[in-house]
């Protein structure tokens, strides 16, 4: 093989957790290459909310958060029951065990770390649940980062101001208390001081990645962008470089360890459909994922799991066809999900990926469940933000374009909707009846601390709220999500396996490998944490198991 260039390590992708896998195999002595794809750096993690579910880490347990990795490990233990070989035991010790590790070496250089201390784990009831254990960067200066600001992916909708995602439970409730009321005023005011500063504060999933870019600039990682991997090289059963392709020149690239932290392939319709029986239509992930790791990893018969699932929510499409991820405006109160029959059929206000999971569950039952509808009567929408719609405030061109339904009576909305009318007068006789006294008797909305998180504390239940005041309105739900949650399979070094066994030099981490989190949502930062994390050991046993380059002796 006549070699184009030589790096230390290849790393794949330019989320979060390939940036950090970047940055510690650099801050250890490696010549690092980091490629990405697409056109823009950040992949998913720049569109996210920027959080990461780190038990047990300092940054959190300076506010209060009482935890430890025995805490950590039975929660874990007890919620995440998929007992594949990407949720092994070995390997969410290895998370608990390096997760608080990894969030102080990246403090070591230079990011800064804001703690969520009132966002609970999705099943904080649990043994071992706790309330607080998500961290995400600080507001960040996009402008240091140079002319990377230019290139760093941007969502469909970016804030109007820079906020936190441990915070944007205040957002929809702002107008209804003074607290939150506060707290988004608050924002603001933050927003404000930036600018004044000349800043271009920037936060959230687009923060984080800058954040992290930066670190990586400052550690010497090579940085190229359109620069998608074509194939694996492999000598001897054992990975020593890549093919690359950029500027519509193909490379070739030798290393002594790759790292795959692409996304998966939400973007693939063929995939999806084999796998999920779904298009592509719904998903919030990046455009880039179109599964070139998983095709790769197949070609090589590398092992994979947990390849049916993915990080699934509620989700509409808006009259600018625009994805919207529904998080709060579903556990609002005066609000119900029901499917074409008109009945409810799981908890509004669990968890997203629990909720994705009720959507096709229900649909492979009934086959009545894509599209369901998300219904709020008037108190709903005009407290509630609902999106980027403020209160009182629903666009005529969403009601006329029909992202929006509204109707002065249950039955018109039924019949606008393709409901059934029966089915839907007796869900919202029963569920007012449960308003009314507070107790969700069916599925326990408003039973969970997670569930009350994006309620209304105003309410006896702050999930449950009667629908009987017109107008009334609806929006269709579909099965979204943020990405797909299957992949190669990596024991707890992060090691990419075929037929259970160590393909040498190659590892993989984030939403092209087989997750930790099985198929449950464990808490906030459930993705961006173990994408990071097994980036983070992927880096230290690469160092660790190769010959301690002269560089890093020079540094110490």
């Known amino acids: 093989m006549e070699w184009n260039e030589q790096f230390d390590v290849v790393v794949v992708g330019s989320g979060a957790g390939g940036i950090v896998a970047a940055i510690t195999a650099a801050n250890k002595g490696l010549k690092t290459l980091l490629i990405e794809k697409g056109t823009s750096w950040g992949g998913s993690s720049a569109l996210s909310g920027g959080g990461l579910w780190i038990p047990n880490n300092h940054?959190?347990?300076?506010?209060?958060?009482q935890d430890s990795e025995e805490e950590a490990l039975l929660y874990m233990d007890t919620v995440i029951t998929h007992d594949g070989p990407g949720a092994t035991r070995e390997r969410k010790i290895a998370y608990v065990q390096n997760g608080h590790k990894m969030v102080q070496y990246l403090e070591d250089l230079g990011m800064k770390w804001v703690a969520g201390s009132?966002?609970?784990?999705?099943?904080?009831?649990?043994?071992?649940?706790k309330i607080g254990r998500s961290i995400e960067g600080a507001i960040f200066d996009a402008k240091k980062i140079g002319a990377l600001e230019r290139t760093l992916r941007a969502g469909e909708i970016?804030?109007?101001?820079?906020?936190?995602?441990?915070k944007v439970a205040s957002l929809p409730k702002a107008f209804t208390n003074a607290k939150d009321f506060g707290t988004v005023i608050g924002m603001f005011a933050t927003g404000f001081k930036h600018k004044l500063k000349g800043e271009r504060a920037i936060s959230i999933g687009a923060g984080l990645v800058a954040g992290l870019l930066k670190i990586a600039l400052e550690q010497g990682v090579k940085l190229r962008l359109a620069t998608p991997l074509k194939d694996l090289i492999f000598e001897d059963n054992q990975v020593v470089g890549v093919e690359i392709e950029h500027n519509e020149e193909t490379s070739y690239i030798q290393a002594k360890a790759v790292i795959l932290a692409s996304g998966g392939f939400e973007r693939n319709p063929e995939l999806r459909k084999k796998y999920h029986n779904i298009g592509t239509d719904w998903t919030s992930a990046s455009p880039d994922n179109t599964g070139d790791i998983l095709l790769i990893a197949q070609k090589y018969g590398f092992d994979t799991d947990l390849l049916d699932d993915?990080?699934?929510?509620?989700?509409?499409?808006?009259?600018?066809?625009?994805?919207?991820?529904l998080v709060y405006e579903r556990s609002m109160p005066h609000s119900i999900i029901v499917d074409q029959t008109g009945q409810r059929y799981f908890n509004e206000s669990q968890s997203y990926t629990d909720a994705g999971h009720a959507i096709l569950e229900r649909q492979l039952e009934t086959g009545k469940a894509i599209p369901s509808w998300l219904i709020m009567e008037s108190r709903h929408r005009n407290k509630y933000i609902f999106g980027d719609m403020l209160p009182r405030m629903t666009p005529k061109e969403a009601i006329e374009?029909?992202?929006?339904?509204?109707?002065?009576t249950i039955e018109e909305l039924a019949e606008i909707c393709g409901v059934e009318l029966e089915g839907l007068q007796l869900t919202i006789a029963r569920f007012n009846d449960f308003a009314e006294r507070g107790i969700d008797e069916e599925f326990g909305r408003g039973n969970s601390a997670?569930?009350?998180?994006?309620?209304?504390?105003?309410?006896?239940?702050?999930?449950?709220?009667?629908l009987e005041k017109p107008p009334y309105y609806a929006v269709k739900i579909f099965p979204g999500d943020l990405g797909t949650k299957g992949g190669i399979v990596t024991n707890e070094h992060g090691q990419a396996l075929k037929n259970g066994q160590i393909v040498e030099g190659l590892y993989a981490t984030g939403n092209c490998s087989a997750s930790v989190m099985g198929r449950v949502y464990a808490g906030p930062g459930s993705t961006l944490g173990p994408t990071t994390v097994f980036g983070y050991i992927s880096a230290n046993h690469i160092h660790n198991h190769l010959a301690v380059p002269q560089a890093a002796l020079v540094k110490k």
């Open 401 to 408: 374009k029909g992202y929006i339904k509204k109707a002065e």
């Open 450 to 466: 997670y569930d009350n998180y994006y309620g209304d504390p105003n309410y006896k239940n702050p999930n449950l709220g009667k």
């Open 59 to 65: 940054v959190s347990k300076k506010v209060g958060l």
């Open 158 to 166: 970016d804030p109007p101001i820079p906020l936190y995602s441990g």
């Open 118 to 129: 009132q966002y609970p784990d999705y099943y904080p009831e649990q043994p071992g649940g």
């Open 310 to 325: 993915a990080w699934w929510g509620p989700a509409t499409l808006d009259h600018n066809g625009a994805r919207k991820f």
